[in-house]
């Protein structure tokens, strides 16, 4: 207290004569984040604040530092609950921090003690008539009660009101005005605020520290740096926690993710929130609570969070949310099942604006599911008119569901801006669905891998690709294609001059020499069509591999880019392979646009040997996958040989090979030489298999060589030629950017409109049905759910002002008695 510097601590501080007992002698101000400070008050009666009395508070306050707490305001008060009004007024000293009031109270027999800490977020109401009166509401317990009320009587209102103002603005950016707290405050009572910008992504952390404060939760430094990194290197607005340090459970510095999915309520920063592979089953009930009040994501994925019986809540809360802006939905791998997907079919039928995007692979969705999603898209038409990619692979689609799926796709037709349309392995009647794709005038991809293509269903994908101007890919992997149907599809789609720059799957049909032969004569006339051929899996003998081959070879204006063989061949012998070979390197040396090959699996070493000793002179290839085909260390050799003669090569995969140390040391020695491969993939099968095999000196050596191959790599000169290197890429998920702008409801038809209005009234009939029959079988209370499972129960346990459920929130503290 001698130190004269501490004097310039205190923002003011004003003394008045006592006139009343309604009046204290002292009040204090203090900025934010500086320690309270204070003179020893000279008149000791009424209300001055001492020095110890205030290291007491100090004390007090400095037990929520962790949350970024600190004392902005000190002030001496009278306090009253309003109501019970036969109380007195009680004596008391306000302190207004960044999250919390708090009152503290000092008497000869009680002591020191603090009698409430009250979070801002508490707070629903601030009004004030004059200069020396402040009326402060909570928000109530539940539903059914008041909302308390209490007034606070001080000569310093307008600094405690301006104090409250700053510390609420600093942790509320971005709340609506349904969230926001209500203000009537006289210009008497009114100062002006301290201007302060919002912290990284509009405030967030402000509020996670704020939140964190609220459920006494310790707040996460790993978190926090993440999101700051993030915002300040980057600037992106996309939240993907899968890549969050402690995001992963069961670990010493696993999160609490309750108070950050708390501040991601109203943030206004970030448009898409992706968490991927997370088993945390508690998240998806928090998520419900963001899709409840968030008005600015645009972008959910959320792929392999397991099974849960929560999944529901998520479409059930974003029901509740008219303002939503979000237009891409992925909840691929997860087992949502069908009441889930039925509430999120419900939630889309209200959307007010567009939906890009709707991916719900491998989701464990019945027929009945499908079936409430088709009727969902015909009773808003504005919403699946503008669906561009619809994602239903791996989910059980039977006759009545590939007929719901077949009547919205009829009636969407041409004013669909459907562009992927992805059904594989769903049991699908492709008969039914595939006299509509025809009729889909944007449709750019078609997958309808591992579903049975017969005569029939092959006749209309054909018809499909034959009056298409836009299709670019249309896989048909595992369908049990024969030769006669594949050249039908192949005879369609290469005769169409419309389309260009195509990508065929066609994995995993079985074709015998016959087949491929009649093939390749259609894929020689259209390989100026063609990008991508993929024959993987199917098995090829030597005189349908070699036709394949040759036609390709030969062919004279061809765009063929890519070209996967994996596990392809099934012939043997050394003069086959020598055969192959020549016909292989032939392709590496005569087709200019050819720059991506695939050979992974199948090919022994007397095929591999002529092949690479041809890799060394191929002028055009930058992309090469030869794993999985055991060639050993000496085929290592051979293919560091290549290396280093190449200088085109600019992706290479080796791994799966049963390559030993010294076939590392002879890559590693190649990799001196070679100066353009800059994407190598890591050998990891391989490592793993013999690391554990040497003795102590030679793993530290593996490790030490398996280190100098990737820095090599990572050296070398990466020629930028826009490639997006399509064999590393291969298996990766497709990522949809999250929209910068809303999506408007499509134009809707009035043939459609007509149908839209009897499909809701069909909708209303059967509810009313619904409604009477159970209130039947619930003695005439109407309602379709019990009470305590409803969904329009549980989304209003949802408090407005912060999003939380009150039976889960602490109730606020109130002033005492």
């Not at 891998?449 to 005569?455: F, I, L, S, T």
Request: proline residues 4%; charged residues 20%; positive net charge.
């Amino acid at each position: 207290k001698n130190n004269p510097a501490n004097s310039s601590r205190l923002t003011s501080r004003l003394s008045t004569r006592p006139n009343s007992r309604s009046t204290f002698l002292t009040w204090s101000v203090y900025p934010s984040s500086r320690t309270p400070m204070a003179e020893e008050g000279k008149k000791r009666g009424g209300g001055a604040i001492s020095p110890s009395f205030l290291e007491y508070i100090e004390q007090y306050v400095s037990q929520s530092k962790a949350y970024g707490e600190n004392v902005k305001l000190v002030c001496p008060v009278q306090v009253q609950k309003l109501k019970n009004k036969k109380l007195k007024n009680q004596r008391r000293v306000l302190v207004v921090g960044n999250h919390r009031i708090y009152t503290f109270q000092k008497s000869r027999l009680a002591g020191k003690k603090c009698t409430n800490a009250i979070h801002l977020y508490d707070i629903v109401g601030i009004s004030s008539t004059d200069a020396r009166s402040l009326e402060l509401t909570f928000r109530a317990r539940k539903k059914k009660y008041a909302e308390p009320r209490v007034q606070i009587r001080s000569s310093g209102v307008p600094q405690i009101i301006q104090a409250m103002l700053e510390s609420i603005r600093d942790i509320s950016v971005g709340f609506s005005e349904f969230a926001a707290v209500r203000q009537d405050i006289a210009e008497a009572s009114r100062l002006p605020l301290e201007p302060r910008e919002p912290g990284p992504g509009h405030g967030i952390l402000e509020q996670y520290m704020a939140y964190s404060n609220y459920h006494k939760v310790k707040p996460s430094r790993e978190l926090h740096r993440f999101i700051q990194d993030k915002n300040m290197l980057t600037g992106s607005s996309d939240l993907n926690l899968s890549d969050c340090p402690g995001i992963e459970p069961k670990s010493t510095i696993s999160l609490d993710m309750t108070p950050f999915f708390a501040a991601v309520h109203h943030n206004t920063f970030f448009r898409s929130l992706v968490i991927e592979d997370v088993s945390r089953k508690e998240v998806i009930p928090m998520l419900a609570k963001v899709v409840r009040h968030n008005r600015t994501l645009t972008k959910l994925a959320l792929t392999g969070l397991g099974s849960s019986n929560s999944w529901w809540l998520v479409g059930d809360q974003l029901c509740n949310n008219e303002y939503d802006m979000i237009q891409v939905i992925d909840f691929s791998n997860n087992s949502l099942g069908t009441k889930a997907v039925l509430t999120l079919g419900r939630a889309i039928q209200h959307f007010s604006h567009g939906l890009k995007v709707l991916n719900l692979s491998n989701c464990s969705i019945s027929s009945k599911g499908i079936i409430g999603l088709m009727n969902s898209f015909s009773r808003n038409y504005g919403v699946s008119l503008s669906l561009e990619v619809l994602n239903l692979s791996y989910n059980k689609m039977d006759d009545p569901a590939s007929k719901a799926l077949e009547d919205w796709l009829y009636r969407v037709r041409e004013h669909s801006q459907l562009r992927e349309l992805i059904l594989a392995k769903a049991g699908l009647n492709i008969t039914s669905v595939g006299k509509s794709l025809r009729a889909l005038a944007h449709l750019e991809r078609i997958v309808l891998d591992r579903n049975k293509v017969d005569q029939g269903a092959a006749q209309l994908v054909a018809v499909a690709c034959e009056y298409s101007s836009t299709l670019r890919e249309l896989s048909l992997a595992r369908c049990g294609l024969c030769g006669e149907d594949s050249q039908t599809i192949l005879r369609s789609l290469l005769t169409n001059s419309a389309l260009s720059g195509l990508k065929i799957n066609l994995a995993g049909n079985k074709f015998d020499d016959k087949d491929i032969q009649a093939c390749t004569l259609t894929i020689n006339r259209g390989l100026s069509q063609i990008h991508t051929i993929d024959l993987s899996n199917s098995r090829l003998k030597e005189k349908g591999f070699v036709a394949l081959l040759r036609s390709i070879s030969q062919a004279e204006s061809s765009t063929l880019d890519t070209l996967i063989l994996d596990n392809a061949y099934a012939g043997s012998g050394t003069s086959s392979a020598v055969e192959v070979a020549k016909w292989i390197a032939s392709l590496l040396n005569s087709a200019p646009n050819f720059q991506a090959l695939s050979m992974a699996g199948g090919y022994d070493l007397k095929l591999l040997q002529p092949f690479l000793e041809a890799l060394q002179t191929a002028p055009h290839l930058l992309e090469l996958n030869v794993s999985k085909n055991k060639m050993g260390d000496k085929g290592a050799s051979y293919l560091a040989n290549a290396m280093r003669m190449n200088t085109t090569l600019q992706f290479l995969n080796c791994d799966e090979n049963q390559i030993g140390l010294n076939g590392w040391l002879s890559i590693l020695a190649a990799f001196r030489k070679n100066k353009t491969i800059h994407r190598f993939t890591y050998p990891w099968f391989d490592f793993e298999r013999i690391v554990d095999t040497l003795e102590a000196e030679h793993q530290l050596k593996l490790i030490e060589v398996m280190g100098d191959i990737q820095e090599a790599a990572d050296l070398n000169v990466n020629a930028d030629t826009g490639r997006l290197f399509v064999l590393e890429k291969r298996d990766a998920p497709t990522v949809y950017e999250a929209p910068t702008h809303t999506l408007p409801l499509c134009p809707v038809p009035e043939a459609l409109l007509r149908h839209q209005e009897q499909a809701m009234l069909v909708d209303i009939k059967a509810t009313d049905e619904d409604d009477i029959q159970d209130a039947a079988r619930h003695g005439g209370s109407g309602d379709r759910f019990p009470a305590a499972a409803s969904p329009s129960s549980s989304s209003s346990s949802f408090n407005e002002h912060n999003g939380y459920s009150e039976d889960d929130e602490p109730l606020p503290a109130l002033p005492p008695r």
